[in-house]
């Protein structure tokens, strides 16, 4: 178990996020309520440039079709311009190193993870990519996908709104997403780690003379702007193959905290900022979600930190034990992926955790994304327990009809879908043994944990540049397409239908109260996670009960 | 007659048994179970086990325990999960017929003589009225009543047509004569055809539904059945993917012990007894006289935000007493009563007979008493809103002893005496009662008596005034009295969350007063029916679901659109139309009933639900430990529950099963609860049916473990 300072660690760390999130919310409402805003004067010149230049109506709303359809050929537009980016990265510019192109099922995986928010990396940074490639394909994606994922999430915020009559325009919500929290959040983020020791140059590999006189090579690069944005947007793409674990990402204890406090801010925040939109009267409503992400959250700590003593062999001794399973908690809790330690070193127990975060999605999750979860996990209590108040279920006074039932039971049904089959079709087909997954327990939770990833846009993995083939890279790129937009579409559906919708003054199930909140974690608890049991079972859990304290072998 | 009613019964309980054990035999064909997705792919998982036990090799590796008694045990116990659930439609079916039958029996129906040629003897056979069909022939004796128009074929009879055509004198019928359903045979006996086939009443329309087996599901049940196939299809994949490890990996599990799991983590309890809470949700409905419309007329009741009830008859009992003789003018109260005594004696409404109740009770009894016998009686009048008498001459009466006697069977008790000596003749005195308003015109108020007038009705009365030969000497103060019960029932509507509003053609001081009595914040004074139209589409336009009752063709538009309307039995034709229930015994006051059934259905559904989910935590730790036994034995740790390595999957397939006859009580009656705010019935709720369900299993898997294990050594 972990002691009392590190408790403390965590309470202050995930307090200090929570506060921070609660600050910005505001600032972060506005910018989609279109609140008035000191930066203003700034920066609507630029956004109206940019509308004009792509030919956007700002005032047009539009149905959750024409809004997710935005969203969705936007990224694919991105992706194909980073496809090619990285394709041909050896005949372009900023390519100091020499690297060629990047082969085209590596190049499908790399920019459909990326610009999913995924980041699963079938490859080392340091040694594949270019300059070039990793800020513009790479970086560049990471931007605009935590962008999407932020508007898919407003979007579904204003579907819940009384008196909205659209989901708003996605074009406009990219561009602020953009201009107003992104960019400048990063820039900021990027000034901090530039002090706390994370390199951002051009200048390629470094030759240093050692204190005992040898002379070295060291790589260096635009590093703390990829950290910034990577963190803050919960991409979790490193520049380097070994991610926050190799120095230049993740220099000291403080940039580590600094990093953790960065994965949780903008999924956090965009709790409150639900809360913000819906208004005074129903500004509570907030409070479910954050109360169950983070007891959810609690629960997967907890379950993390038993082991912390036993350290694995290969576990990072820079952070210690405790910083390394808090880190992976975190990092699967809101879908970064980003790993500050192997997953190789890590006790059953902190795999376990992290299935469970990449499991439900909504610890908080994703920015936006996670938001959308939790919102289909409250109509999944709502509906199920809320009978038992002798009212037909409501959410925020709405009725809950059977088709919003039925997009939501899909969009539920599609995580388990894209996680079992592929990784029953990996060691059907052999793939699984090619790359030397071991039929056993251990290979079991490895391949389970590769697909989990790619399904809820993680990223983090055990494989990494040695599941470099085609099956993984393309089998992957397929999850990792499902898993993102097929929920986000189903869901949008659903949020789209909720517009207009009546709206009973009267409260009946009271969603804001603690009562409630305990019931969906609890209801969460038994649909999420105890579908997976029997998997867990032969995995982690039989890992664990073989003795085997770390996944070395 | 009692006795040979429990006679007659006896054969038929048991035949309702042999029935409704067929009908849920019959019903465990696939086919009739394809609308019960749950329970058709628990019975598809029983030919698949059925299937591993006649040939376990073709199962091969997923037959690797290759033990036959066990996979006839599991398809043994799959079957029976089956039979429970047809056994509760069943059940329910069975429940629903009674209450329908016993509906139907409070019909009022006429019992008539039908004549069937058997041979060469006619005989005579009691049908209903309902029954009869165009051509049948029926004997009617003196004093039947006609059950359908029919024509004579033979006789000659007297009737009585009153009821039916106002003409009081009786009729002479003969051959080729039409007689009249309703009317009354007053002399001799006849034999007639029946010229019409009988209407089928609206009520009986609403009763067959009930008994209709293919019941159009609600669009809670609809959504309800979403969730259960929603959760199959998870489980479906789970199930699948870990049969297809099984094979890939190795692990050497057993096709039966995942279709075991795979069945247990089916919601099979609620799956199993959805419909059967649906449909024992009508009939306790029904068992308390009302009909609906459809199931979703139950289910929208439960969702009432407000109550609109009327006044008279529903908060009040519908007749104003009088209280208190009040004078004004420098009258004295004595003065005031004797008037009102008077004005009141041929009065024969409820107010008119309390009025002469209340002055005989406190002693003031007029002397001009013996001249009501040869007096002009002023009948109220829609004109001038006023009653009363004119005195004229002398007679005598002799008064009974008590108050009570006085007000005997809804009449006033004039007998006529001679020996009351002490009473002494009058001349000619005129008494008059009205509103005060109408009095004016008779006797002009003064700034007092408006006072007097005005202060009784801010304290919730009626002020009625009391005139005297042109003089107004006061008033009488009538007060409504609350209908027993009504005060409590409001209290629970109120604490369930549910706003009553009172509709009442009162003043507002009056009906605010009586709002206040009764408990209730918001009123409509000066209502006309027409104008409950209004109040329900302004609620509504504020999304609010609005429960009414109405009795009057005027209350048609309303409730036709409000969300539940309740109509009286005893009212227009139109207005039981409209509505989508209809209350047989009249009584207002039911909505209050109906909005907590309402209330009950969807929870016992949802209880039921979140049980049936919550249970499947056990199921996996009984479960999964065994799963992967033979390549995996260090899983057996997962066994926190210490079930017998070859029993477990039996104890968690014995009491997935078993849990649903131990619930069907549970589904037929409803899960009872005191009207509480619904937070607090949440709370409850959860704590019974969620939490309970997650340590029931617990508990009942272990203990049927133990059974076995014993049973088993």
């Not at chain 2, 003064?446 to 007097?452: A, M, N, Q, W």
């Not at chain 2, 559904?605 to 009984?622: E, L």
Request: contains cysteine; charged residues 15%; hydrophobic residues 50%.
């Amino acid at each position: 178990m972990i002691t009392i300072l590190d408790a403390a660690y965590v309470v202050a760390i995930l307090g200090g996020s929570i506060l921070a999130a609660k600050a910005i919310a505001p600032y972060i409402a506005k910018i989609y309520t279109h609140g008035p805003s000191r930066l203003d004067r700034f920066l609507d010149p630029v956004e109206n440039g940019v509308y004009r230049l792509i030919g956007v109506d700002v005032h047009r709303g539009m149905g959750w079709k024409e809004y997710f359809l935005s969203g969705l050929l936007v990224n694919l537009v991105q992706m194909a311009i980073a496809f090619v980016i990285l394709t041909f990265q050896g005949e372009l510019p900023l390519n100091p190193q020499g690297f060629s192109g990047v082969r085209w099922d590596l190049a499908l995986n790399t920019v459909i993870s990326i610009g999913t928010n995924t980041n699963l990396q079938h490859y080392n940074g340091e040694t594949t990519l270019s300059y070039l490639s990793q800020m513009s394909a790479i970086q560049f994606l990471q931007f605009t996908s935590a962008a999407t994922g932020i508007c898919m999430g407003v979007a579904m915020i204003r579907c819940l709104l009384a008196g909205s009559k659209d989901l708003g325009n996605f074009y406009v919500d990219f561009v602020r997403s953009l201009t107003r929290l992104l960019i400048p959040f990063c820039l900021v983020a990027a000034v901090v780690l530039v002090a706390l020791g994370v390199p951002q140059s051009l200048n390629g590999y470094q030759t240093i003379s050692t204190v005992t006189g040898a002379s070295q090579m060291i790589l260096i690069g635009p590093i703390a702007s990829l950290v910034s944005i990577m963190q803050l947007g919960t991409n979790g793409g490193g520049y380097f193959g070994a991610n926050s674990a190799y120095p230049f990402q993740n220099p000291s204890p403080v940039s580590d905290v600094f990093e953790i406090c960065l994965m949780l801010l903008l999924p956090t925040a965009l709790i409150f900022v639900f809360g913000e939109m819906l208004g005074p009267e129903k500004k509570r409503e907030y409070r479910p979600i954050l109360v169950a992400a983070y007891s959810l959250f609690a629960i997967d700590l907890a379950i993390g930190f038993i082991p912390t003593t036993t350290l694995g062999p290969g576990m990072e001794t820079r952070f210690g034990g405790f910083f390394s399973a808090f880190w992976t908690v975190v990092t699967t809790a809101v879908t970064t992926g980003s790993v500050n330690a192997s997953l190789y070193a890590m006790h059953p127990f902190v795999i376990l955790a992290a299935f469970m975060g990449m499991l439900i999605q909504a610890t908080p999750g994703g920015k936006g994304v996670g938001l959308m979860y939790m919102i289909m996990f409250i109509i999944i209590t709502v509906f199920v327990v809320g009978l038992m108040s002798g009212r037909t279920p409501e959410y925020l006074g709405m009725k809950i009809t059977a088709r919003d039932v039925k997009l939501v039971m899909v969009a539920f049904l599609i995580h388990p879908l894209v996680i079992l089959v592929p990784t029953l079709v990996a060691f059907a087909s052999g793939a699984a043994a090619q790359i030397g997954v071991s039929m056993n327990a251990s290979g079991f939770t490895q391949v389970l944990y590769e697909f989990t990833s790619a399904a809820s846009n993680n990223g983090s993995d055990f494989f990494g540049a040695s599941a470099n083939t085609p099956f993984w890279n393309i089998s992957t790129a397929i999850v990792i397409f499902v898993g993102r937009y097929a929920p986000i579409a189903i869901l949008l559906a659903m949020g789209g239908s909720m517009i207009g919708r009546k709206r009973s003054p009267e409260v009946g199930l009271k969603t804001d109260s603690l009562l409630f909140s305990g019931v969906l974690v609890a209801s969460i608890l038994i649909l999420v996670v105890l579908t997976f049991f029997p998997f867990l079972a032969v995995g982690p859990i039989l890992q664990y009960l073989h003795g085997q304290a770390n996944f070395l072998g | 007659m009692a006795s040979g009613e429990r006679q007659a019964d006896e054969p038929g309980r048991s035949q309702a048994w042999a029935r409704v054990l067929w009908d849920s035999v019959a019903r465990l064909s696939p086919l009739s179970l394809v609308s019960n997705p749950v329970m058709f792919i628990v019975e598809l998982m029983f030919f698949v086990v059925v299937a591993m036990a006649v040939d376990p090799a073709a199962f091969s590796p997923l037959s690797s325990t290759a033990d036959v008694t066990f996979y006839v045990e599991v398809a043994a116990i799959l079957l029976v999960t089956v039979w429970f659930s047809t056994l509760s439609d069943a059940l329910a079916e069975q429940q629903a017929r009674n209450t329908a039958s016993s509906l139907r029996r409070l019909e009022s129906e006429v019992l008539s003589k039908k004549l069937v040629r058997e041979d060469w003897t006619e005989k005579v056979v009691p049908t209903p009225s309902s029954a009869l069909r165009r051509g049948d022939v029926v004997r009617l004796d003196k004093g039947d009543l006609v059950p359908i128009d029919a024509e004579v074929l033979e006789g000659i009879a007297m009737l009585d047509e009153s009821l039916v055509t106002g003409e009081s004198a009786p009729v002479r019928k003969a051959p080729g004569d039409v007689l009249i359903g309703g009317s009354t045979v007053v002399s001799d006996t006849m034999v007639a055809r029946v010229t019409v086939d009988p209407e089928e009443s609206y009520i009986n329309k609403m009763i067959k539904m009930v008994e209709a087996a293919k019941r159009p599901k609600t669009p809670n049940e609809q959504a309800v059945t979403v969730v259960l196939i929603g959760l199959t299809a998870i489980f479906t994949i789970v199930i699948a993917s870990l049969a297809g490890l099984s094979v890939v990996l190795g692990l050497g599990g057993d096709l039966s012990v995942m279709i075991a799991l795979y069945v247990c983590l089916l919601p099979t309890t609620i799956g199993a007894l959805l419909p059967a809470i649906g449909l024992s949700g009508m009939s306790r409905l029904y068992r308390r006289k009302v009909v609906a419309k459809s199931g979703k007329a139950i289910e929208a009741a439960g969702d009432a935000d407000v109550i609109l009830l009327d006044k008279t008859g529903t908060i009040t009992v519908g007749n104003r007493q009088a209280v208190e003789f009040v004078p004004v003018g420098g009258h004295t109260a004595r003065e005031v009563g004797e008037a009102a005594f008077l004005s009141s004696w041929y009065d024969d409404t409820a107010e008119g007979r309390s009025v002469v109740r209340l002055a005989y009770e406190k002693g003031l009894i007029p002397k001009e008493l013996n001249s009501l016998s040869k007096s002009k009686v002023y009948e109220f009048s829609a004109t001038t809103r006023t009653s009363g008498v004119l005195l004229a001459s002398t007679g005598s009466f002799a008064l009974p002893k008590s108050g009570k006697e006085m007000d005997k069977g809804g009449r006033i008790s004039r007998k006529h005496a001679d020996s009351v000596a002490d009473l002494v003749p009058s001349g000619d005195v005129e008494v008059i009662k009205g509103a005060p308003d109408a009095v004016k015109a008779i006797a002009p108020s003064t700034e007092e008596s408006d006072g007097v007038a005005e202060s009784i009705s801010l304290e919730g009365g009626t002020p009625m005034a009391v005139v005297r030969d042109g003089r107004l000497l006061g008033f009488i103060r009538l007060k409504d009295t609350l209908k027993p019960g009504i005060k409590e029932k409001i209290v629970a509507v109120k604490t369930m969350g549910i706003r009553p509003v009172m509709i009442t053609g009162d003043q507002p001081l009056t009906a605010k007063s009586i709002a206040k009595e009764v408990g209730i914040d918001e009123y409509v004074p000066q209502a006309k029916p027409a104008d409950k139209y209004g109040v329900v589409q302004s609620e509504q336009a504020q999304s609010r679901i609005v429960a009414m009752i109405g009795d009057g063709t005027n209350d048609a538009p309303a409730l036709a659109v409000a969300d539940i309307g309740l109509a009286m039995n005893s009212g227009t034709e139109p207005a039981k139309e409209a509505a989508n229930m209809v209350d047989l015994e009249s009584n207002p006051a039911k909505v209050i009933e109906v909005v907590m059934l309402g209330k009950q259905l969807l929870m016992t559904r949802g209880a039921v639900t979140a049980f049936s989910i919550a249970n499947d935590v056990a199921k996996y730790f009984a479960i999964v430990p065994v799963l992967f036994a033979s390549a995996y034995p260090a899983l057996e740790r997962l066994n926190i529950l210490g079930l017998g390595l070859h029993t477990a999957v039996l104890s968690a397939l014995i009491f997935n099963a078993v849990i649903i006859p131990l619930l069907i009580p549970l589904a037929m009656r409803g899960v009872s609860f005191k009207p509480a705010d619904t937070m607090t019935l949440f709370l409850r709720n959860t704590l019974i049916y969620g939490a309970g369900g997650v340590v029931a299993p617990f508990v009942g898997i272990k203990a049927i473990d133990v059974l076995i294990s014993l049973v088993h050594p």
